[in-house]
C-alpha cells in the first residue's frame, strides 16, 4: 500500500497553485453535492479543504468522519471564506474507515466530559484545543533543557525502582521484585545529591510516584517534575536559575507557541523577575493580620495558601522555613540555625516547586536523620557516598504538570497529562 505524502497540510500555500500534491490526514466533515463533494482533511500541522471530482467521488460511500485518506491532486484557488486556496482531486485513497459511532467528537461541536475524554485519551487529541496543550508542553520541555544546558547542567536518568524507601516510608508504592521488596521512586533526591561528586550539575525530568490518596485538582499519583542539583551553589543560586527557567518558559512559547495561544484562547505573558521573596516568618505575620493566627513551627495549609495567594496571584517564594517543617537533607542557616536555607515558589495559592541548600557534612547528615525518626541503616549506600568528596550543594523539584497548568490558565492538572494516574484511574 503506498501511503507516503508530499506535503504536511500546514506547509501548503497560495503559491503552490497549480502543482500537484499528495496530502493525507483524518477526515473532519464531508459534505456531498452531486458532482462534486468537499472534504475538509486535517493533519498534525492544519486543515484544508479537498474538492472531490470524477472517480474520486465514487469512493466517498461509506466514507465517514475521523476516517484516514490520502489525497492526489492539485492546488487551486478557492471560493471559500474559510481557505484561500483547496485541492481538487480525483484520486483518493482510503487507509482506514473509522468505526462509528465515536466515543466522544472529536472536532468538539458536542462538549465531552473529561472522563469521557481521558477514557478516549488518542482520540480527544484530535480536538485541536487539547493537541494544542500537548504541542506547549512539548515547546516548554525544549525551553527548559535549552536553559539547563546553557548553564551548564548534564541530564541525567536516575532509577524509578529502587530498594529502598529513599525520604522516608510514607506514601511510596512498594512492589514485589522477583523475591524482593522494591518500591517506585517518589523523586531523584539522593540520587542528584550523588551527582554532583562527579557531574556538579545535573538536571532530570522524569514520572515519579506517590501513593497519596489526593482528590484535588493539583495531585496526580504519578506526575513529572524537573529536578536540578548543582555543586557550589546555594540556595539563592538555585533559586534564580529556577527564575530563569520559568521566565524563558514563558518568553519561548509566547513567541514560538502563536497557533497554540489562539486555539487555546490564551495569551502568554512573561513574568517579571525577580520573584518577590517572601520569608516563613513574614508569611506568618501576613497571615495574623488576615486573622489567621499561626505560630513558627505550623505548617502551611491549603487553606492558608489560598488566602496568602489572594494577597500573591503571581509567582513569589517563600524562604528560610523552619527545620522542623523541612526533610532530614536540608541545610540549616548560620544565623539563625532553627530556620533553613530553602524555598517553596508559588503561583498564588499553588506550590510549584521546593529546594534549598543541603547537608554535605556526613556527620550532620547521620545525627538528622536520627532526629526525625529515621534509620540511617537504611541510607547507608547514600551516607557512603558522602565520605567521598561530597561538595556543598543545592537544588529544586519542579512540578511540570501545575507548571503547564499556570501557563494554560487550565486548573486542573489531567487536561495536561496525557494519560493521568490518581486514586481512581489506572487506565487507559
Ligand atoms: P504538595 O504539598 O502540593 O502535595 P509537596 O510539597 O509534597 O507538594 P514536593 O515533595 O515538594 O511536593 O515536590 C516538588 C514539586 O513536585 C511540588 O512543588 C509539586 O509541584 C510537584 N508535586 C509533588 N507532588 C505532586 C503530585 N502528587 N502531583 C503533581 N505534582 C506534584
Ligand atoms: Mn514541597
Not at 517543617?325 to 524555598?343: N, V
Request: glycine share 6%.
Amino acid at each position: 500500500m503506498d501511503f507516503k505524502r508530499t506535503h504536511y497540510i500546514g506547509h501548503l500555500d497560495s503559491s503552490m497553485i497549480g502543482k500537484q500534491v499528495v496530502v493525507g490526514g483524518w477526515i473532519e466533515d464531508i459534505r456531498e453535492l452531486g458532482k462534486l463533494a468537499f472534504l475538509t482533511l486535517r493533519d498534525v500541522t492544519g486543515v484544508a479543504q479537498i474538492v472531490l471530482v470524477g472517480e474520486a467521488l465514487s469512493q466517498t460511500k461509506g466514507l465517514n468522519r475521523q476516517s484516514v485518506v490520502r489525497v492526489t491532486g492539485s492546488v487551486q484557488e478557492s471560493k471559500a471564506r474559510d481557505f484561500a486556496f483547496e485541492i481538487k482531486s480525483e484520486k483518493i485513497d482510503i487507509l482506514t474507515l473509522a468505526v462509528h459511532p465515536l466515543p466522544i467528537d472529536p472536532i468538539g461541536r458536542l462538549e465531552s466530559n473529561i472522563d469521557n475524554r481521558l477514557n478516549a485519551r488518542a482520540l480527544d487529541l484530535r480536538n485541536q484545543k487539547t493537541a494544542s496543550i500537548f504541542k506547549l508542553r512539548h515547546h516548554v520541555l525544549y525551553s527548559i533543557r535549552k536553559t539547563l544546558t546553557e548553564n551548564n547542567f548534564i541530564e541525567v536518568n536516575t532509577p524509578k525502582i529502587i530498594g529502598s524507601a529513599s525520604e522516608g516510608g510514607a506514601n511510596l508504592f512498594s512492589l514485589k521484585y522477583f523475591d524482593k521488596q522494591a518500591y517506585l521512586a517518589q523523586s531523584p533526591q539522593l540520587y542528584k545529591e550523588q551527582l554532583t561528586i562527579g557531574l556538579e550539575r545535573v538536571f532530570e525530568i522524569a514520572s515519579y510516584y506517590r501513593a497519596e490518596k489526593s482528590h484535588t485538582v493539583r495531585h496526580l499519583t504519578e506526575f513529572t517534575s524537573v529536578d536540578i542539583e548543582a555543586a557550589f551553589m546555594d540556595y539563592t543560586d538555585v533559586m534564580d536559575v529556577l527564575e530563569l527557567v520559568v521566565a524563558n518558559v514563558f518568553e519561548y512559547t509566547k513567541k514560538n507557541c502563536v497557533t497554540e495561544q489562539k486555539i487555546l484562547d490564551i495569551e502568554i505573558k512573561k513574568p517579571s523577575v525577580p520573584f518577590e521573596r517572601l520569608t516563613y516568618k513574614k508569611v506568618i505575620e501576613e497571615l495574623g493580620r488576615d486573622g489567621i493566627k499561626l505560630e513558627i513551627g505550623d505548617d502551611l495549609l491549603d487553606s492558608h495558601l489560598r488566602t496568602l495567594g489572594e494577597r500573591h496571584p503571581s509567582f513569589y517564594f517563600i524562604i528560610d522555613w523552619p527545620m522542623m517543617l523541612k526533610p532530614f537533607y536540608i541545610h540549616e542557616k548560620d544565623d539563625d540555625t532553627t530556620l533553613s536555607r530553602s524555598f517553596d515558589l508559588q503561583y498564588g495559592y499553588l506550590e510549584l516547586s521546593s529546594g534549598g541548600a543541603r547537608l554535605h557534612d556526613p556527620k550532620k547528615l547521620r545525627s538528622r536523620l536520627e532526629d526525625q525518626g529515621l534509620d540511617p541503616a537504611q541510607f547507608v549506600d547514600h551516607l557512603r557516598s558522602f565520605d567521598w568528596g561530597m561538595p556543598p550543594h543545592s537544588g529544586w523539584g519542579l512540578g511540570l504538570d501545575r507548571l503547564m497548568s499556570v501557563l494554560t490558565k487550565i486548573d486542573n492538572v489531567r487536561e495536561v497529562v496525557l494519560y493521568p494516574r490518581d486514586p481512581e484511574r489506572l487506565s487507559p
